[in-house]
Nanobody
Framework: QVQLVESGGGSVQPGGSLTLSCAVS??????IGWFRKAPGKEREGISC???????FVGDSVKGRFTISRDKARNTVYLQMNSLRPEDTAVYYC?????????????????WGQGTQVTASS
């Protein structure tokens, strides 16, 4: 069973930056997605990266968030810049043993525990 361990959440002022990390055992075999869930809102796909480092980024974060993979560290990162109050949510990484990645939550079998991100003045 693959394990996902997230870290890097916290509180920042609007305009600030955070980097989330998702450590995944056996990362080379998995497509990884980042999702977020805010109170009263549907879960939203943010970004994903496939085994061959192909990436997708959601429209709501395009130009501000960047996903990357460090195979030596078995870790996927989500660099978040220019954070806005509407980015406040619990962020989750998810993994599926496939070469592709997806922005659809139902496509993923394994999930991390979630990490809170708050952008507020």
């Amino acid at each position: 069973q693959v394990q996902l361990v997230e870290s890097g959440g916290g509180s920042v002022q609007p305009g600030g930056s955070l980097t989330l990390s998702c450590a995944v055992s056996g990362l080379d075999s998995y497509g990884i997605g980042w999702f977020r869930k805010a109170p009263g809102k549907e879960r939203e796909g943010i970004s994903c990266i496939g085994v061959n480092d192909n990436t997708f980024v959601g429209d709501s974060v395009k130009g501000r968030f960047t996903i990357s993979r460090d195979k030596a560290r078995n870790t996927v990162y989500l660099q978040m810049n220019s954070l806005r109050p509407e980015d406040t949510a619990v962020y989750y990484c998810a993994a599926e043993k496939a070469w592709w990645c997806s922005m659809v939550a139902a496509d993923y079998e394994y999930w991390g525990q979630g990490t809170q991100v708050t952008a507020s003045s």
